[in-house]
């Protein structure tokens, strides 16, 4: 063994323990953080590594060795759960307590390279402990709620800072992001995207039956969804032929959002399609009008990467490296995040010219490629063997 590597001829082959929150019941879910950690854990699997998947959901996935733990209630999404409610303190503490001693129980019987959490709250929290009295390496990948959201937890800043420090390798999925962490910590994560694999898939080049633009992501404040309908109907309101608008996604605002579009009269131009899989996104983007990503709060969504890959103009908001990214590589239409300038922009999305923005559309999506992300943390382990 070599730093961390065990190494078989010229090949660095890595016993990694993954530790995630957020995982897939099955591998056809796309449209949250989990989707990314599958994806990254397949091809960690497919370059020829020995990966365990530790974490509180109950996935049915049968390719990948996931070693799940019980929590208080059954958790089985962290994302919608506040620290202001008392109850979902107990479900949070139940996961960090529950997941700690599972990592303290695998750690002592198998002999991990590396720990890799995705994220630091509360993975990277769940391993410290195990950390401490093993000293196996930690990586640790920041999602935008670790450090956007450590004020609001109990020493949640002190806990981002010890589980940063006790990082061997330290990421962030947003170059803002990175810097916001190093304020609160002291310590800079490198910029390393998270994204999804790149799906093969045939073009007809076919429209669909009614043009629509499209927007897929959690159904959630945060993601500006209400601003979107709301920037819909404003310009429905002046042109009745405008191109269906297609919603996929769940989230608490879902309900709201019905209530909206049927106390309007147009359900018929505006549709709820439920979950949409990876599989499938590639087809629905790239027969879209365009792709919508209208953000009130982002770092670099994961739904960036494909939108920019598949769809044929892409539209986003300009919060967080999101609108930056777009404008530095004139990917798209950048507006702000209201309904006014949504409404502009919109209209502006469907009378420009798809192949105006084609190269920087290629070149965002080479940037946010999983490939890309697996392929350099890959290279910058490999270094701690020489």
């Not at 947003?174 to 694999?197: D, M, Y």
């Not at 009614?210 to 601003?227: C, E, M, Q, T």
């Not at 297609?246 to 309900?255: A, D, R, S, V």
Request: with cysteine.
């Amino acid at each position: 063994m070599v730093g961390g590597l065990r190494i078989f001829g010229k090949a660095h082959i890595l016993k990694i323990c993954v530790v995630t929150s957020s995982f897939p019941i099955n591998s056809q879910v796309s449209e949250n953080a989990g989707g990314f950690v599958y994806d990254f854990t397949k091809l960690l699997l497919e370059l020829g590594h020995d990966v365990t998947v530790v974490t509180p959901q109950n996935s049915e996935i049968q390719d990948i060795e996931i070693l799940s733990f019980a929590n208080f209630a059954n958790v089985t999404s962290l994302a919608h759960l506040s620290t202001k409610v008392f109850f979902d303190v107990l479900r949070l503490s139940s996961v960090v307590i529950s997941g700690s001693i599972k990592l303290l129980k695998i750690q002592k019987k198998e002999k991990f390279d590396r720990i890799l959490c995705f994220w630091a709250l509360p993975s990277g929290l769940i391993n410290l402990p195990a950390r401490y009295f093993f000293k196996t390496p930690m990586d640790t990948w920041l999602l935008g709620s670790d450090v956007w959201a450590a004020r609001s937890y109990p020493f949640g800043i002190r806990i981002l800072r010890i589980i940063s420090k006790y990082s061997e390798f330290l990421f962030a999925d947003g170059i803002g992001l990175a810097a916001e962490n190093f304020k609160l910590t002291n310590v800079q994560p490198r910029f390393l995207a998270s994204g999804r694999k790149t799906i093969e898939f045939e073009d007809s080049k076919q429209a669909p039956v009614s043009p629509y633009i499209v927007f897929v992501g959690r159904l959630h404040a945060n993601k500006g969804i209400d601003l979107l309908v709301k920037a819909y109907f404003e310009l429905l309101s002046n042109n009745p032929n405008l191109p269906n608008l297609h919603i996929y996604g769940e989230g608490p605002l879902k309900i709201d959002l019905q209530k909206l579009v049927l106390n309007s009269g147009n359900q018929t131009k505006v549709q709820f399609l439920g979950i949409l899989t990876n599989k499938e996104l590639p087809r629905v983007a790239s027969q879209s009008s365009g792709f919508i990503i209208p953000s009130r709060i982002e770092s670099i969504p994961l739904i960036l990467g494909q939108a920019s890959r598949y769809a044929p103009k892409i539209l986003v908001t300009d919060v967080g490296d999101m609108g930056d990214l777009v404008k530095a590589h004139k990917a798209g239409i950048v507006c702000e995040p209201n309904v006014a300038s949504l409404a502009i922009c919109i209209q502006d999305l469907l009378d420009s010219d798809s192949e105006m923005y084609e190269a920087g559309r290629r070149e965002v999506s080479e940037t946010l490629s999983l490939e890309h992300s697996v392929r350099h943390y890959l290279d910058l382990v490999s270094t701690r063997s020489e």
